[in-house]
Antibody, heavy 119, light 107 residues
Framework: EVQLVESGGGLVQPGGSLRLSCAASGFTFSSYWMSWVRQAPGKGLEWVAN????????YYVDSVKGRLTISRDNAKNSLYLQVNSLRAEDTAVYYCVREARERLSLADWGQGTLVTVSS | DIQMTQSPSSLSASVGDRVTITCRASQSISTYLNWYQQRPGKAPKLLIY???SLQSGVPSRFSGSGSGTDFTLTISSLQAEDFATYYCQQSYGNSWTFGQGTKVEIK
């Protein structure tokens, strides 16, 4: 069974930084592209970034380029999202997502971790 | 970025009704279109991928169609567990976007 467990969320002051983690199990982590998707409270879904199996390719939504960095450690079956210069609009639940084999859809989702940016 | 527009934003329906949700892309995306269901407080769930392929384990009352810029999600006979918010999402190119969502409520 595919399991994706996010951690690292919490309350952060504006301008601060946070590193989100996702522990993956139940599949061969190094064989899949992985994504982060976020959802602000009461709002819709926003794809944020994804990363290739070996980490050699990374893509980001324009609105976060330069502030967010996606990375992975295949030896630890873990996905990460470093979020810098946090703003109120970064307040959201952040989901770790396994992409489908064909890299055409977001097939398996974690339960999410909440990041709240507030003073 | 490719913009995705869903309609309606919300709808009220009864158990047993046929429900149709549409999604329009700001440019042609071939069939790189997926549909997700999100129940309150839960993570989204993939229903349909590449416009018309049913994800494993998803009931056959869900179906998808379309190509290019116009797409449709149909629920043939709405069940109690289908009351949720539905999102389309395009996976054309390297920057992916979602529609704003359609909330399906009980009439």
């Amino acid at each position: 069974e595919v399991q994706l467990v996010e951690s690292g969320g919490g309350l952060v002051q504006p301008g601060g930084s946070l590193r989100l983690s996702c522990a993956a199990s139940g599949f061969t982590f190094s064989s899949y592209w992985m994504s982060w998707v976020r959802q602000a409270p009461g709002k819709g879904l926003e794809w944020v970034a994804n990363i290739k199996q070996d980490g050699s390719e990374k893509y980001y939504v324009d609105s976060v380029k330069g502030r967010l960095t996606i990375s992975r450690d295949n030896a630890k079956n873990s996905l990460y999202l470093q979020v810098n210069s946090l703003r109120a609009e970064d307040t959201a639940v952040y989901y770790c997502v396994r992409e489908a084999r064909e890299r055409l859809s977001l097939a398996d989702w974690g339960q999410g971790t909440l990041v709240t940016v507030s003073s | 970025d490719i913009q995705m527009t869903q309609s309606p934003s919300s709808l009220s329906a009864s158990v047993g009704d046929r429900v149709t949700i549409t999604c329009r892309a700001s440019q042609s995306i071939s069939t790189y279109l997926n549909w997700y269901q999100q129940r309150p407080g839960k993570a989204p769930k993939l229903l349909i991928y590449t416009a018309s392929s049913l994800q494993s384990g998803v009931p056959s009352r869900f179906s998808g169609s379309g190509s290019g810029t116009d797409f449709t999600l149909t629920i043939s006979s709405l069940q109690a567990e289908d009351f949720a918010t539905y999102y389309c999402q395009q996976s054309y190119g390297n920057s992916w976007t979602f529609g704003q969502g359609t909330k399906v409520e009980i009439k």
